[in-house]
């Protein structure tokens, strides 16, 4: 349990946490968003740290190797069920979010017991800036209308668009992850 992976635990941690200050916000009050917007911010802090601290320090482990890439998925599916939850994504949009990410996880897993290591992409790094972007997008959207800010589209389509956008690049990540690998995983379902 090195530094590296107590701040990956903490990223956990604070999944639940971003989950009951939205929900508790229900849209509307404007202290539960603030508190949720900032646990999305120490949420993301903490995902660009854990690694700078394992690279800097030596620090990097196989237990770390696991715990990231979760505690990745439980922040922003947490952010995304919630948004899901009030009213602001599809059930289909977080099926998206979830389908690849399982995916993803499922082939690393099957592929490390047949020693074979599948990397990261580039387009995975990319849709999860994207996904954290409009999940800072919402917060502050929503922060907007209550402060009764205008923007230059409807907060609804506001919203959309950071959610259509988040769909599409991690629609295009999964396509990509799988489409680079194919050979690799040939081999391995053969």
Do not use: H
Request: hydrophobic share 55%; net charge positive.
């Amino acid at each position: 349990m090195n530094l590296a992976t107590k701040i990956t635990v903490f990223r956990i941690l604070l999944a639940p946490i971003f989950v009951f200050c939205f929900i508790q916000s229900k849209g509307t009050e404007i202290n539960f968003l603030w508190a949720a917007l900032i646990v999305a911010f120490l949420s993301e802090v903490s995902d660009a740290l854990d690694g700078i601290v394992a690279r800097k320090f030596n620090l990097e482990s196989d237990i770390g190797k696991v715990l990231d890439p979760l505690a990745d998925s439980l922040a922003r599916m947490s952010a995304f069920l919630s948004f899901l939850c009030l009213g602001y994504a599809n059930i289909w949009m977080i099926l998206v979010f979830f389908y690849r990410d399982s995916m993803v996880a499922t082939l690393r897993i099957i592929a490390a017991s047949k020693k074979i290591i599948l990397g990261a992409r580039t387009s995975g790094k990319v849709k999860a800036i994207v996904q954290a972007i409009s999940i800072f997008g919402i917060l502050i959207t929503l922060l907007l209308k209550q402060y009764q800010i205008e923007l230059p589209i409807s907060y609804d389509d506001s919203i959309t668009v950071f959610m259509m956008t988040a769909v599409l690049i991690t629609i295009y990540s999964l396509w990509d992850y799988l489409y680079f690998n194919k050979e690799v995983l040939k081999s391995i379902f053969e």
